[in-house]
T-cell receptor
């Protein structure tokens, strides 16, 4: 099955940029997702990128995809204290039928220091 | 749109009792819902796929007799933890996929503590 890996922790100063990295093994993934989880809450979809794209920007968020290296990154510009959360990358596994299961990375705990 | 709710948000129960957790899609119909378990500071582990009108599909290592899943309607799936033990204490998250779509929408999670 798919294997998705992330570094566990990242600390940045408020106002700096944050870069969260993710590597995956299944090259047939058509979408790659970034989710945010705040303490005690469920997952919120932040953004996603199609596998035929190299980059996607959405306000403060920039997603970079290197398909050759199977590497995905999420850059958060001008990081704020409200960005402190756990960030998960996820790729879909094509299961039987139309619904897709997701394989999640271990999550990166982002801490924003004042 | 695409809101998923879970009830209760948190529950404390005694060892040996059963607990039911509900997952509802509030503004869409979902043929498929997923149940995940998350331990502190860990990733989500898929427990089972819940399909409306049919039996749930459990992941390897998940006891189907312990974690009963019922997907009785297109907007409701329930997870019942039977004869709960302290090791079942965890954060349980569901997600739902709108019929005809591939996007998963996640519920806010249910914190279960078994004493």
């Amino acid at each position: 099955g798919e294997d998705v890996e992330q570094s566990l922790f990242l600390s940045v100063r408020e106002g700096d940029s944050s870069v969260i990295n993710c590597t995956y093994t299944d090259s047939s993934s058509t979408y790659l997702y970034w989710y945010k989880q705040e303490p005690g809450a469920g997952l919120q979809l932040l953004t996603y990128i199609f596998s035929n794209m190299d980059m996607k920007q959405d306000q403060r968020l920039t997603v970079l995809l290197n398909k050759k290296d199977k590497h995905l990154s999420l850059r958060i510009a001008d990081t704020q204290t409200g960005d402190s959360a756990i960030y998960f990358c996820a790729t879909p596994e094509i299961s039987s039928g139309s619904a897709r299961q997701l394989t999640f990375g271990s999550g990166t705990q982002l801490t924003v220091l004042p | 749109g695409a809101v998923v709710s879970q009830h209760p948000s948190w529950v404390i129960c005694k060892s040996g009792t059963s607990v039911k957790i509900e997952c509802r899609s509030l503004d869409f119909q979902a043929t498929t819902m997923f149940w995940y378990r998350q331990f502190p500071k860990q990733s989500l582990m898929l427990m089972a796929t819940s399909n409306e009108g049919s039996k749930a599909t459990y992941e390897q290592g998940v006891e189907k007799d312990k974690f009963l899943i019922n997907h009785a309607s297109l907007t409701l799936s329930t997870l019942t933890v039977t004869s709960a033990h302290p090791e079942d204490s965890s954060f349980y998250i569901c997600s739902a996929i709108p019929t005809g779509d591939d996007e998963q929408y996640f519920g806010p999670g249910t914190r279960l503590t078994v004493t």
